[in-house]
């Protein structure tokens, strides 16, 4: 047993504090596997986590960070062996049990998921949460039984995490791509991904007629709020929304006249807990419609000397596309 680094939150007389230690490996939490983390990334829950913004962490002292991809270092699972290479997201990493910003981690080896062929360690991490969660929306959207036939798809927060993947994946696969942001001065960033046009969140804004006009047969939407509320009033008869996150908040001003109309249907994604064979279906859909050259275009590297710093600056918008962490 020894010492590693890692990014440990602790409790404060006021809310909490995040700092770039040394951590106990005799400290790791029970589980069957222990992985030795190679690359972790930065999502909006992490920026949450480490600048304590929200009541993300439940349990202290936490070592922050929700994804990791690495090398199964020891295992009494069957289905894992030492060398195995997986990826790990969510399950309450970073919020109840021991996370990913550190260079070793213990988990139950029914949270892992093979990584999937042709796909680095690296390539997992600059997918990460927000990509993964991107292709459970698609996949629910397609279950819905849309196509790209059945019309437009609309992205919120589109340069963001969640939005470059989907608009990545969305604009592969054959959808016309409506990429909405609030930032306009990354249009050809966001045509570049595959976006057929980009329109300002400016026409999401503002309280939400109960019927507005039709515009798309579809959405991922990351933001919530009035964002979702619009979108759900503008789709067409019979189509559907993936909701997957809360950037502009937890409410919805909404009313059920989309619902009972248009037949919309509001399709909630959940990244955490979400059944493994799901888990495993979504990564290896991204090993096939995710761009290899679009996903290295919508990604930067940073250490993790840098994570907390990044996480001030992914809740305040000025994050695009994804970050990868570097860990070993």
């Known amino acids: 047993m020894g010492t590693f680094k890692a990014i440990r939150i602790d409790k404060a007389d006021k809310g909490t504090t995040a700092a770039l230690t040394q951590f106990d490996e005799a400290e790791l939490m029970e589980g069957d596997v222990t992985v030795a983390v190679e690359w972790s990334t930065l999502n909006y829950k992490d920026g949450l986590a480490v600048t304590g913004k929200a009541p993300v962490v439940r349990r ?12 199964v270092e020891q295992s009494s699972h069957p289905a894992w062996k030492t060398g195995d290479k997986v990826v790990c ?17 213990r988990v139950k080896g029914d949270w892992l998921v093979r990584l999937p062929d042709g796909m680095s360690t690296r ?20 279950k819905h039984g849309l196509t790209p036939k059945s019309g437009p798809i609309v992205v919120t927060g589109a340069a963001g995490g969640v939005g470059s993947v989907a ?6 696969l054959g959808y016309h791509v409506i990429a909405s942001t609030g930032r306009m001065s990354e249009a050809d960033y966001l045509k570049g ?18 019927l507005a006009k039709e515009r798309w047969a579809g959405g991922v939407d990351s933001v919530g709020s009035t964002t979702l509320a619009n979108l759900l009033s503008m789709t067409k008869y019979g189509g559907a929304i993936a909701a997957c996150g809360l950037a502009a908040g937890m409410d919805l001003p ?30 290896n859909r991204l090993a096939s419609d995710l761009d290899k050259a679009k996903l290295a275009d919508i990604t930067h590297e940073i250490g993790l000397d840098q994570v907390i ?20």
């Open 89 to 105: 997201n969510g399950w309450g990493m970073g919020e109840t049990h021991l996370g990913a910003y550190a260079k070793k981690a």
């Open 254 to 283: 909404s009313s059920v006249a989309p619902f009972i109309l248009r037949g919309v249907c509001l399709l909630g994604i959940d990244s955490v807990m979400c059944p493994i064979e799901q888990r495993k279906l979504a990564w």
């Open 123 to 142: 390539d997992a991490m600059a997918v990460g949460t927000a990509g993964y969660t991107a292709m459970l929306s698609v996949l629910a959207l397609e």
């Open 60 to 71: 202290f002292p936490m070592i922050a960070g929700i994804d990791f991809a690495g090398t």
């Open 193 to 210: 991904l595959g976006a057929a046009e980009v329109i300002d969140r400016a026409e999401l804004a503002g309280p939400a007629k109960p």
């Open 309 to 328: 710093g990044a996480g001030a600056e992914i809740l305040a918008g000025k994050v695009r596309g994804r970050i990868v962490v570097k860990i070993l």
């Open 167 to 172: 608009s990545a994946v969305l604009s592969k």
